[in-house]
């Protein structure tokens, strides 16, 4: 059986998304949409779909499942619109920037029993994933901190600050997610500080670009988080695990693994760059788990309420940053 | 020009102030003092020094310096007694367990105008050290974020966890001064969060085991710390720090540098466990700078106000964990 | 302008540059041989391409380019056919067991003056790549010294050993090459060891499995080569370089870039075990230069020549070890 | 009981075990001698021991032990001195130039039945001795290969060069030493080749800067040196051994472990660049065993010889790369 895929969105990650359906044997994609015709044609020709209206697409007979990677604000009548029709939905985060709306979203897909799975791709990178798979092997023990940094190679454009939510919204969200994937108990109380050290004019705009959040559990459970929109040395994205009976951590993936030595010392290659690259095994792996969800009817992980819990936790982070004080959640 | 020392309190850290000192050539110890006299005269043993009682050491016109290492609740009346004889004094920290006892050392230490080195020894490791001088150097470029990572091998016995003044003050101690010493910049506000994940008996005691810290600065830079009271890998000690030009850390020390690799991977090594061993170097390091501060009259660091900001931060995280609040500093 | 394959041999290796072929925009296999027609059919549904016998692919008009990867036996007149045709050649290492059939083919080649590849895919991964690219930009100076770690994960079946040429012609001809490559001077004298350490069976084949080989050059530089047919901790592929100024080297790629640190120290993940997986890249990048050789008419290399200088050091090299006397080269 | 030692030689090396001595409990520097009288002055002074004569030394009745750090060519005549006395016997390495004098050495201490320890300190090293632990332990299963790489940061002048006997006598000897005491099997025939490549005078002095080495044993193990009088990035000294379930390999000491992560990429420290500073431990550990097995009558290794049998194999490897054969041994 092959799923058949409409792509709504042909932007960078759209394209993404497009190229590991080709690699894989169970989808194609059929049918592209996006609202710049030139894109979509692009991508057209790259996947063999044919170009159709997002509409059209939601309702086409020979479309099994959407894979929505248009801007954050169509996502709402993108999901309503693909649950009507009964299409199975691959949604990229956030699914949408008010909790309210995802809640609404979480119900239509409810009631529509269509299979959701939300683009936290970091959950399918083969580091954290077997990470993950060590901490439930009870490597380590019993869990007791999370501390996770998550650092851009540098800062988006001012404009690009402006309407991305803030940090904690576009970027720490995924921290977010990453937390509870690898602390499997929910967080109960959030403290978030932050500040505009990369750029004066990020904090100009209302943001920061550097910052850090403590989040503990019921039990008593520690998770440190820090981010920055800037980091010299490549894409930092580093996860360390304590337990009662040890540690685990995943260290950035470098461009090679020649190393030099001179004078000054030992030196490595920078971590890769790139988002794309750096993930790359992550996106693959991620959609082949949402085709293999539609076509064995197997709950997809993360689900919407892993959207929807995110997007809380990035909300009560932006309110503890402005108001200075912690948030139970 | 030798400097001549007393040395009061025989325990584990006078052997090893002892140690460093018969090593050194500046100096020698002249007299040792300990309430247990066996334990005094083991040190004078090894030492050449006589044992005295330490009121006799702080008039003794052939002592030119102290090195205190006593029970916490002796220092108090230890350094007015040297103070008031114009003895140079070296002294464990904490120096007390009370913030205004401290500011009662400095008043008259101050007043009498005697050289003080409090023993914060991890400043003179030489991984941090060497981390803090490249700071220095610029080689990062601006200071952005300070991560601290602290834990111990294992916790100790909780009658030793009753008495000790709780982990913020007993063990993060410590860390707050690396973190005041790495960041050159005063902190402003401070939350932490604790648990007690390791033994229930240390909640019992109403204390923690496992702690994070966010500090935050007037500029906005920021550090994080965490403590545990357990590692099964070694004594973990571990610093990172995040600059406007790239990152530097400063890593464990394995007991040797010697990989295994089988079907299981590559193994290296624990950390070292014991902190005498962790931190032998900088022991050494230490001590020599103390001799050398009383040698040539130049102003010893970490200096008693080390000992005291080191000490508020300390009960500003007690207080903070409590409530659950952030404090103001 | 889509170079056109025909594809001569559809089994493991067949199928790796089948798939490069299919991930590469410039080229498509038009048609696929095997003597096993069911290999072949299955490689043709994959690729799209027609089942045809290998004659008629090399006498055929809609074919740019055959690829070789038959066993190696059947070089011979494959390389003679397609040069006759004048089609451009791909050919998997070893070329020939007998170096003068190799030279019978150069100039058969060189005669048509067709393209031709050598199958040295190690040159193209990105580790080794870059590690040369160094050397070349003089990141450590003048060469000195070149040392070659390679280690199979297990030995092969003592059916293959036996038909294998032994482990030099097999095994090392990989690191003849690589030496060869990152050395940049002709070697003029060699002496191997070796034994059958891991299988007395491989003994009794009359083979080693565990080897080391010493290479120099006219200007006295060195070469270091090992091998064994066992390494429980992975596919151990190593390469340090020294030269003036400084050494490079290029480490295994790992699993994950997890590790876990208990009471028994610091581990990570074993070396990539499988060829396939350890060189997808090398693969893909060897087929992608390959195509673009064929499409702009610039030389490719590794070339016919440097199969024919591999498989002299591994005849020299199988003789030396036999005899137990250096060899001049 | 104290073990009364008399030091022959009172330069670098005398100092070295001086201070080891001195850092000891159960020995003390009782008389000290060197051709220089300034230098016997400061090691009195800073041992506490007296000056005397070396021949004086050798017939004092308070003298236990006498550690040789004197030119190699005076070795013969102390070691007879010392046997005839009765006296223990530390001496540096090499024992004597020629082979025929270490056997007569060899003798003499045998018929006076003195304990003898050769100074191979390497052996002592904290990584290596683990490393060798872990062998005899079957931590990686029966041994196949030992790949020895040694390398000085810099060259000595080559007025030192033309009287050290040549690189294999005076540098590898260490290797063949490390090489012996790891394999644990004796080697039956050895491959040399070296180059002046560091320093065209080296050559012209008729030694090499840059060597490689292969030997072998009965039963088909492979050992490999490598020896280079320059490295870049400090004194460059590493082990790796590979038996049937793993492999074992000692990296070098890095100068802290400080890591810097900048747009270049990830840079540690050198490796400790002075001997002393890198075999401090082994120095220590050295003397320590040294006075331990005269206090207790057990016999020392390295013993007379372990010095004589790397000696020979220095011989023969000189001879191997004048002449570009293997030689038996």
Chains 1, 2, 3, 4 share one sequence.
Do not use: W
Not at 70 to 92: M, S, V
Not at 222 to 237: K, L, M, W
């Amino acid at each position: 059986m092959t799923i058949r895929i409409g792509l709504l969105g042909c932007g960078r990650i759209g394209q993404v998304h497009a190229l590991s359906i080709k690699a894989l044997d169970g989808a194609k994609v059929v049918a592209v949409a996006d609202a710049m015709p030139a894109a979509a044609e692009a991508l057209a020709a790259t996947t063999g779909g044919a170009v159709r209206d997002a509409t059209a697409i939601m309702g086409s007979d020979d479309i099994d499942a959407v894979v929505i990677g248009t801007p954050t604000d169509t996502h709402f009548d993108l999901i309503h619109g693909a649950a009507r029709y009964g299409k199975a939905i691959f949604c990229e985060k956030p699914i949408d920037m008010s909790v309210d709306n995802i809640r609404r979203c979480m119900d239509a897909v409810g009631a529509a029993g269509v299979p959701f799975m939300t683009g936290f791709n970091r959950r399918f990178d083969p580091n954290f994933a077997a990470l993950r798979a060590r901490i439930a092997a009870g490597d380590i023990g019993a869990l007791e901190l999370v501390a996770i940094t998550s650092r851009d190679p540098s800062p988006p454009p001012v404009s690009y600050i402006e309407r991305s939510g803030g940090l904690f919204r576009d970027m720490m969200i995924h921290d977010f997610d990453m937390a509870r994937f690898l602390m499997g108990e929910d967080f109960v109380r959030l403290h978030a500080v932050g500040s505009a050290l990369v750029d004066p004019a990020i904090g100009t705009a209302g943001d920061v670009d550097t910052a850090a959040v403590i989040l503990t559990t019921a039990t008593g459970r520690i998770c440190q988080i820090s981010n920055s929109r800037r980091a010299a040395y490549g894409y930092d994205q580093r996860v360390e695990v304590h337990g009662a009976e040890g540690m685990l951590r995943a260290e950035n993936q470098l461009e090679t693994t020649v190393e030099i030595a001179t004078e000054a010392g030992f030196r490595r290659d920078p971590a890769q760059h790139f988002f794309l690259e750096r993930y790359r095994a992550a996106y693959l792996a991620e959609m082949t788990r949402f085709i293999e969800a539609v076509a064995d009817g197997t709950p997809a992980e993360p689900d919407i309420n892993d959207g929807l819990q995110a997007q809380i936790l990035a909300d009560a982070a932006t309110r503890s940053r402005e108001t200075g004080d912690p948030v139970d959640l």
